[in-house]
């Protein structure tokens, strides 16, 4: 059984996400958070930093599992969005020294392994990395709905010229135009 995990440092955060009844916390229990449950602030903290590319380094990730908040593969998978966010984060998960070859190789068998815990690994970078976002530009906002509407704000859309390929990092593009070729 796999697992996604929400760590330490992100807890308070987490909890002025989330409105629950059940939570522990004075905060979510308070009931002004967005999210109804852990599992959707987690998808949106997960969205939020596939949108701006930026996961968090490996080397980076916290190690100790203690005090972590882990959510079940069964219960985070029924999430809305959790599915799809995990395939397209196994889809863009190549290396920047691999070939298109070799990185659509690596994307596939991921996607396609039945190792859940892998995958879960790697969005938990993103999720991590869009937490910390939060966290770090949560003073900048009134309440904890500003700074929601300020991340979706954050996230631009990718705007280029048709044949300009030098901003698009999707692996699959450069196989597409051999295709096509």
């Given at each position: ?94 290396a920047p020294d691999q070939t298109i070859d ?48 300020s991340a979706i704000d954050t996230v631009e ?22 295709i096509i070729k």
């Amino acid at each position: 059984m796999a697992n996604v995990n929400i760590y330490s440092a992100h807890k308070d955060i987490l909890d002025s996400l989330v409105t629950s009844g059940k939570a522990k916390s004075a905060a979510a229990s308070t009931k002004t958070g967005p999210f109804k449950e852990m599992r959707d602030a987690y998808v949106f903290a997960a969205s939020l930093a596939m949108a701006l590319n930026q996961p968090t380094p490996v080397e980076k990730m916290p190690t100790s599992k203690r005090e972590v908040l882990p959510i079940q593969d069964r219960v985070f998978l029924g999430a809305d969005g959790a599915t799809e966010i995990t395939a397209a984060v196994a889809l863009t998960s190549a290396a920047p020294d691999q070939t298109i070859d070799d990185s659509l190789r690596s994307q596939l068998d991921l996607l396609a392994s039945e190792n859940m815990a892998a995958q879960l690994a790697l969005l938990d970078r993103y999720a991590h990395a869009g937490f910390e976002w939060l966290l770090n530009h949560r003073q900048d906002e009134s309440s904890i709905r500003d700074l929601v509407m300020s991340a979706i704000d954050t996230v631009e859309c990718a705007k280029r010229e048709v044949g300009d390929e030098a901003q698009v990092q999707d692996p699959l593009l450069g196989l597409l135009n051999m295709i096509i070729k």
